[in-house]
C-alpha cells in the first residue's frame, strides 16, 4: 500500500537542468510523487536549452515532464518562472495554458507574509556583460559533473564515501562565496525596499533560509537550491511557514518506486503536447524512444 501523498501550500523546484548528465530526474519525480501540493512553482532553469542541442533526453526526463502535466491536469497551479538557461521561454511571459503560466516573476500572499519568487539570474554579472563566458562555464560544469559521477563510482568500489567536486570548488574558491554572499545581499536589499517579508530565488544552487539584514530592515531569504548537486525544494504551508527540504534527509522518498508515473490520458496528452511545443521552440525533433 502507498504511503498518503503529503498536502503542502506551495512547493518552489528550481534548477532542475532537464536535458543535461548531471540532472537527477529519477529523485526528482519520486519526490514530487510523495507530494499533493495546492502551487507549484518552477522557478527557473527546469529545461536546460543552453544544453540542449547534445539531445540528450532520457526516459526519466520526459517522466518529469509528463508528471508535470498530470498534476496541472489534476487542479495544481503551476507557475514557470523563467531563468537564464531557459531563457527563450520569456518570450512567452504572461501566458496561460490551463493550470500552467510561464511568467518572469511571482507574488504570493501568503498568512506568514507576501513572498516574492524569481529566479535570481538578473544579479549575475556574468550574464549581464559576458554571455559567452556564462554559456562557456556552463559546458565546464557539465563536464565536471561527470567527472564526479566517476569519481564517486571509483569511491563506492572502495567502500569510501561520496563527494561532491562542484561544491567543494564553490566553497573553497572565494570569488564564488564572495558572489554568493553578494547575491544574498542585493535580493534581500530589494525585497526590503519593495516591502516584501519573503524573497525567494534560486540560480546560485545554494539552498538556505535565513533573515538578511540590512540598512533598510530585515528580510527572510530564500533559495531552492537545486537538482544536480543538492537536491533540495522550498515547501509551505500555513501551520509551518517556509522550510527546506532536503532529499538526502527523507528515507521514505528516496525507497519510493519512481517508473509508476501514475499519470491518467488527459494528463498525458497534455505533456506530449507541451513537449512538442518546447521542442519546437528549440529547434529539435523528439526521439522515437523518448
Not at 507549484?40 to 509528463?66: C, E, T
Not at 489534476?74 to 512567452?92: P, Q, S
Not at 511571459?93 to 519568487?117: C, F, M, Q, Y
Not at 503536447?273 to 526521439?287: D, P, Y
Request: proline share 3%; aromatic share 8%; net charge positive.
Amino acid at each position: 500500500m502507498r504511503p498518503p501523498k503529503r498536502r503542502v501550500d506551495v512547493v518552489v523546484v528550481s534548477d532542475v537542468h532537464l536535458g543535461t548528465y548531471g540532472c537527477h530526474a529519477r529523485e526528482l519525480l519520486r519526490y514530487l510523487k510523495s507530494l499533493k501540493p495546492r502551487v507549484l512553482v518552477l522557478n527557473g532553469d527546469i529545461v536546460d536549452i543552453w544544453q540542449f542541442s547534445k539531445s540528450y533526453w532520457p526516459a526519466a526526463h520526459m517522466q518529469v515532464v509528463r508528471h508535470l502535466a498530470g498534476l496541472a491536469a489534476k487542479g495544481t497551479r503551476i507557475h514557470y518562472l523563467t531563468g537564464n538557461h531557459d531563457e527563450l521561454l520569456r518570450r512567452f511571459a504572461g501566458t496561460r495554458l490551463g493550470a500552467l503560466s510561464i511568467e518572469n516573476k511571482l507574488v504570493l500572499d501568503l498568512p506568514h507574509g507576501r513572498t516574492w519568487l524569481f529566479h535570481g539570474d538578473v544579479f549575475d554579472v556574468t550574464m549581464r556583460h559576458s554571455r559567452w563566458l556564462a554559456k562557456l562555464g556552463a559546458e565546464g560544469y557539465d563536464l565536471l559533473i561527470l567527472l564526479n559521477r566517476l569519481v564517486n563510482w571509483a569511491l563506492r568500489r572502495l567502500g569510501r564515501p561520496r563527494v561532491q567536486l562542484s561544491k567543494l570548488v564553490k566553497d573553497r574558491v572565494k570569488s564564488a562565496v564572495s558572489l554568493v554572499s553578494d547575491f544574498e545581499q542585493t535580493a534581500a536589499r530589494i525585497a526590503i525596499d519593495e516591502g516584501y517579508q519573503y524573497v525567494a530565488c534560486g540560480h546560485i544552487h545554494c539552498p538556505d533560509i535565513r533573515p538578511v539584514a540590512t540598512a533598510a530592515g530585515t528580510v527572510t531569504y530564500l533559495n531552492s537550491g537545486d537538482w544536480v548537486e543538492n537536491l533540495t525544494a522550498l515547501e509551505y504551508t500555513a501551520a509551518a511557514g517556509w522550510q527546506l527540504y532536503r532529499y538526502a534527509d527523507d528515507p521514505r522518498t528516496q525507497t519510493a518506486d519512481a517508473s509508476d508515473l501514475d499519470v491518467d490520458a488527459a494528463a498525458e496528452t497534455s505533456a506530449d503536447t507541451l513537449l512538442a511545443e518546447l521542442l519546437k521552440e528549440f529547434h529539435l525533433h523528439r526521439s522515437p524512444n523518448s
